[in-house]
């Protein structure tokens, strides 16, 4: 008990020392529950109203004292005083002037270069920039380069990449020079006006704004008209040709480094910010006119695609045309859900989050066709107006100005933890969508197979089939389980859902690259995979929301997450919003 407790006699405490409720002499020693008597808190009270006597020393930075009897003329001519440091004794207690804790030197009685500044009994809290070890962690950017933005940074890296990437991979199949060196020749300008604009932009001390944005357009304006021209030289040199049987092949063909070309070209050709440009309005409505005509492109190519399909049943032969149909229809798929989530996000849901998804779905075949020339991926093949539907060059535009800061402006883009299990129901409909797809395709290359149209045979068709069908089936469970089932039972079904994609997928690629020599892909469990995986990370990798205790809250996650484009109040919503209040610097109160 508190009241038998005796003094330390390697100490020499005496047991009426231990009872103290108040600090004594020793900061070892235990306070307990008695009161001192008077003459045990005289003793301990003369040595501080003794202290007290004394007088003050001008007070530390951040410290409250009165300064009225400091003559100001003499510390002005004597120079700034340095402190000194007081006596350390026995007991350590606090300044009684200041309220100052005074630093303990070390065992060798040496002071130290640069004592860390106390903030005790200051009435002023510490701010980040007193304290030089995080100043030293985090990485400084010279000032010339701070206007530069990370997203204009990353899309002219995009745009250096997708134009080198042209110049490696296939342009174009037909005998037909003179498109390849105009082509090689606007690559080149595009280059040299890419490395052109940021030297004359962080070079000079006060740079041409207005020579450095007509410098960008100008230069990759070349490339965007050789891609553009490139198309149409194929459409109509195609039309002609139309129903031929093509032995040699298409009289110019495009390949993926028109795509690229086309892709680097809409992403270098917008000014930056850091070179004084802001979308306006006016802006804003031309990147949406353009999108719109990239879609109005699109659907004539198809129609040419259906046009050449319906002739080439008599002219070609019907199993040809019932295999191109059916890439065509994953192809119209997968334009569909792009260009709807960035036109009419209305039909496809009440939020953004399709056209959050559908960037970064395209954003990955960006990166798979900038390394066609060693994964050759079907999606990325030569393809002309005259032998099958050409979109990859209006998928890979409108990726471009789904990614321009004029189109960003008009859309509201939102990464909060709750917008990741939209993120993963949007990847599990864009599952069901694709597969569905492709089942289509296997049930019509199982019927063309025995003519040789397609690689395998009717067997290995209807199995792949069947496991495109499966893949169905495991997306839209997924996707039913994370918008009905409770918070943990929802969370683990689309793990589970997830891992299932992946380790189908990637035993179906397998199967498929072993049986025909088939590569990763939609219809060969390539999709699956990146679909599976993408997912388990996004349902997984982010921490839930926290509850008002600090502890995380699966369940308000989920709630919040199902509130989301139902028409009823987030959760989050009721937050307010203290950004600006927490990064105001403010004193102690009473300071």
Not at 295 to 316: E, W
Not at 464 to 488: I, Q
């Amino acid at each position: 008990m508190a009241g038998t407790r005796t003094g330390d006699p390697r100490r020499g405490d005496s047991p009426d020392d231990a009872d103290w409720i108040f600090a004594s002499s020793d900061p070892r020693t235990l306070p307990t529950e008695r009161l001192p008597s008077r003459s045990e808190f005289d003793r301990y009270a003369a040595p501080l109203l003794a202290r007290r006597e004394e007088p003050a020393l001008p007070p530390g930075e951040g410290e409250t004292a009165d300064l009225s009897e400091i003559d100001a003329a003499a510390l002005r001519a004597a120079g700034k005083p340095r402190r000194p440091r007081p006596a350390v004794g026995r007991g350590d207690e606090p300044d009684a002037a200041t309220g100052v804790i005074p630093a303990v030197d070390g065992e060798d009685g040496d002071a130290a270069e640069a004592p860390r500044r106390s903030y005790a009994r200051s009435g002023t809290t510490p701010n980040a920039e007193d304290d030089g070890r995080a100043q030293l962690s985090t990485i400084t950017i010279p000032a010339r380069f701070q206007d530069l933005g990370i997203f204009d940074a990353l899309r002219d890296v995009l745009a250096l990449i997708c134009l080198l990437a042209a110049l490696t991979t296939s342009f174009t199949l037909g005998a037909l020079p003179v498109v390849d060196l105009v082509g090689r020749i606007a690559l080149g300008i595009a280059l040299v006006a890419l490395v052109a604009v940021h030297l004359l932009r962080w070079i000079p001390a006060t740079p041409n704004l207005r020579l450095v944005r007509a410098v960008r357009i100008i230069g990759l304006l070349p490339a965007l008209l050789t891609a553009i021209g490139t198309i149409v030289a194929d459409l109509v040199l195609s039309v002609p040709v139309l129903f031929a049987s093509l032995p040699d092949g298409p009289p110019v063909g495009l390949g993926v480094g028109v795509s690229l070309l086309l892709l680097g070209s809409v992403v270098g050709i917008e000014p930056r910010a850091h070179e004084g440009y802001v979308p306006q309005q006016q802006a804003r409505t031309w990147s949406r006119r353009l999108l719109g005509g990239v879609a109005g492109a699109a659907a004539l190519a198809l129609v040419v695609a259906l046009v050449m399909i319906v002739g080439r049943v008599f002219t070609t032969g019907w199993q040809y045309s019932l295999n191109t149909f059916g890439s065509t229809v994953i192809s119209v798929v997968l334009l569909g859900i792009v260009l709807g989530s960035a036109l009419r996000p209305d039909l496809l849901g009440r939020d953004r989050s399709w056209f959050v998804f559908s960037t970064g779905a395209v954003g990955g075949l960006v990166v798979l066709a900038l390394a066609d020339n060693t994964v050759r991926l079907q999606f990325a093949a030569p393809a002309s107006f005259a032998t099958s539907y050409v979109y990859l060059p209006f998928l890979f535009a409108a990726f471009g100005l789904m990614i321009s800061r004029s189109f960003v402006r008009s859309m509201p883009v939102s990464f909060r933890r709750a917008d990741w299990l939209v993120y993963t129901v949007r990847a599990m409909e864009f599952s069901a969508l694709l597969h569905a797809a492709a089942v289509l395709w296997h049930l019509l290359a199982a019927i063309t197979g025995t003519a040789g149209i397609t690689l395998g045979g009717p067997v290995l068709h209807l199995v792949d089939a069947a496991v495109c069908a499966c893949f169905v089936a495991v997306s839209l469970f997924a996707r039913k389980a994370l918008l009905e089932r409770p918070a943990a039972l929802a969370r683990a079904t689309g793990v589970v859902a997830s891992v299932v994609l992946v380790v189908v997928g990637f035993l179906d690629i397998i199967v498929n690259s072993i049986a025909i020599g088939a590569g990763a892909g939609l219809t060969t469990g390539g999709t699956a995979l990146a679909v599976g995986v993408a997912a388990a990370l996004m349902l997984t990798v982010p921490a839930p929301v926290r509850d008002e205790f600090g502890a995380p809250d699966l369940s308000r996650m989920f709630a919040d997450f199902r509130a989301h484009g139902s028409g009823r109040e987030s959760l989050l919503a009721r937050v307010p919003d203290v950004t600006e209040e927490r990064s105001r610097k403010k004193s102690f109160p009473g300071s």
